[in-house]
């Protein structure tokens, strides 16, 4: 199992961004996937998670609410975070990650199994 992100890079403060997640190995079926960051000398910190089946439950982190938006195509099997309205707050290494189950609410890091290896996501002021 490889999760690979892209997009990252440098935005001004109230751009957008749409980062990419691309599963290797395995298909988001029955999976919870989410984004998380994490900022330097801070925890990392849950962003939004998504499970599907016959419905989609998605829950975001309320800092993200209303800009962030998660969402999945599964011929490419791949997971994207739009980000709009972006802040210097919102700097950070993001990352996506799996697992096999459904998501738990609240979700934390520890309850992921897969990882990829992040990217890099700088708004200035």
């Known amino acids: 199992v490889q999760l690979v992100e892209s997009g990252g890079g440098s935005v001004q403060a109230g751009g957008s961004l749409r980062l990419s997640c691309s599963a290797y190995g395995y298909t988001y079926a029955n999976h919870c996937m989410g984004w998380f960051r994490q900022a330097p000398g801070k925890e990392r910190e849950g962003v939004v998670a998504?499970?599907?089946?016959?419905?989609?439950?998605?829950t975001y982190a309320d800092s993200v609410k209303g800009r962030f938006t998660i969402s999945q195509d599964n011929a490419k099997n791949t997971l994207y975070l739009q980000m709009n309205d972006l802040r210097p707050e919102d700097t950070a290494m993001y990352y996506c990650?799996?697992?096999?189950?459904?998501?738990?609410?609240?979700?934390?890091?520890?309850?992921?199994?897969?990882w990829g290896q992040g990217t890099q996501v700088t708004v200035s002021s």
């Open positions: 998504i499970y599907r089946d016959d419905t989609t439950t998605t």
């Open positions: 990650a799996a697992y096999a189950d459904r998501c738990w609410v609240p979700f934390s890091p520890t309850d992921f199994s897969y």
